[in-house]
């Protein structure tokens, strides 16, 4: 009989890990949910070849985009709220969608449900992509027999969240472009036009202005070194990448993008808008806090704020209120404590996440703005000042070379 090694979270919250004897995957879950605890994570041993034993229905990984993800949410849970069984439902999706990937997920989800496994068990199996927060959810749904409520409400809460970090991105893309484009504009002046300058004004024999003089000098080093300054300029990359690679190097990163004008403030707002949208989905949901706590902080790519969640679940574990961690932590915002403060008195914890939500995404919203009203004047300023000052300089070198060769014509 195969040994799955696995790790699940108790009704606590606690990390638990062992192994279980089961003749299938699905059956593995089963044992493991019978033992009331919630399954993460579950891997098959290898067999004395090496090779693990095979599972039913693999067929490679299967990635779905957040736009998927969002969709085959959305469509199931219509499914379901018009009266079909989840196995009718899910027929319909492989059958009659056009999208491959969804008829592919559709056909994988009914696959393993025909084995007699738990919907959330096939949703794990299916894909990666259904990440832990969203089959903690499942399971919820699936157990209080509001799969459809939920589904909806997973299916808003992803579409808000897919379009905060479609506008974060979008608020950085914009500075990046122009940034880029004045790089190039750097690159063209001084390796092409300002070499050709030179080769012209070597020919008078005058002697130029001193900030000429520096523009060239500058000019010729680049072009003499501009295989070593690229070589160079590679080697910090990869430097840097390594050091981000490590826990204490992304831990640096990710508290030093805290602190950048303007960006940090995006970064700051994005993830309270993220934190207490999805915990406020997984609370009205009936998901545990410990539990939902634990599945934010493994999920939360910042390492910095992990660091502080991972903090705040130790403090909830102990019994402590969730405002109260947060606050002792020393790294959230104080209004959004008071808010989940007053949440937490009045038994209303899920509907002041979701206020909260709502007013981290106002905010974010502001400060994007601002990030694009200021960013613009701002690179469209060093561009005028660069070029005014590169103008000059070929401007005041011709004019010498011109009263040069006066001067000797005449």
């Not at 880029?180 to 020919?203: E, H, I, N, R, W």
């Not at 994005?270 to 939902?292: D, E, H, R």
């Not at 999920?299 to 991972?310: A, M, P, V």
């Amino acid at each position: 009989m195969p040994l799955f090694t696995f790790e699940a979270l108790s009704a606590t919250g606690e990390s638990i890990q062992g192994t279980v004897d089961a003749t299938s995957r699905g059956d593995a879950y089963r044992q493991i949910e019978a033992r009331q605890l919630a399954p993460v994570e579950i891997a098959e041993q290898e067999g004395e070849a090496g090779v693990k034993n095979p599972t039913i229905g693999e067929e490679g990984p299967l990635r779905l985009k957040k736009s998927h993800l969002i969709f085959f949410t959305s469509e199931l849970a219509d499914l379901i709220d018009a009266g079909l069984p989840v196995q009718q439902a899910l027929n319909v999706m492989a059958d009659r969608q056009q999208d491959p990937i969804i008829r592919k997920t559709g056909n994988r989800l009914r696959h393993f449900l025909r084995d007699g496994e738990t919907l959330a068990a096939c949703f794990r199996q299916t894909s990666s992509s259904f990440d832990d927060l969203y089959i903690s959810l499942i399971s919820a749904g699936e157990t209080s027999g509001t799969l459809a409520g939920v589904l909806h409400r997973m299916a808003q809460s992803l579409t808000q969240l897919n379009d905060l970090r479609r506008r974060f991105v979008a608020a950085l893309v914009y500075p990046a472009f122009m940034i880029g484009a004045c790089a190039l504009l750097m690159g063209v002046f001084v390796l092409v036009l300002v070499p050709q300058l030179t080769s012209l004004l070597s020919k008078t024999g005058q002697e130029l202005p001193a900030i000429t003089q520096m523009l060239l000098g500058f000019s010729g080093f680049c072009t003499s070194h501009l295989l070593a300054i690229l070589g160079g300029a590679f080697a910090v990359v990869i430097c840097f990448r390594g050091l981000i690679a490590t826990k204490a190097g992304r831990l640096w990163w990710d508290r030093f993008k805290m602190k950048l004008p303007l960006i940090g403030p995006i970064i700051e707002t994005s993830f309270y808008a993220s934190f207490t949208q999805a915990l406020g989905n997984l609370v009205s949901n009936g998901v545990p806090l410990l539990s939902s706590l634990n599945l934010l902080a493994k999920g939360t790519t910042n390492r910095f704020f992990r660091e502080r969640l991972s903090q705040v679940v130790e403090a909830v574990s102990s019994g402590d209120p969730l405002s109260t961690s947060l606050r002792s932590s020393g790294n959230f915002q104080p209004l959004m404590t008071d808010i989940i403060a007053v949440g937490e008195q009045t038994s209303h914890l899920a509907r002041a996440l979701q206020k909260a939500a709502a007013r981290y995404d106002k905010e974010l919203d502001v400060r994007i703005k601002r990030l694009t009203a200021l960013i613009s004047p701002a690179i469209i300023t060093f561009l005028a000042v660069v070029v005014t000052i590169i103008a000059y300089c070929i401007v005041s070198s011709i004019f010498s070379a011109v009263s040069g060769i006066r001067a000797q014509t005449g």
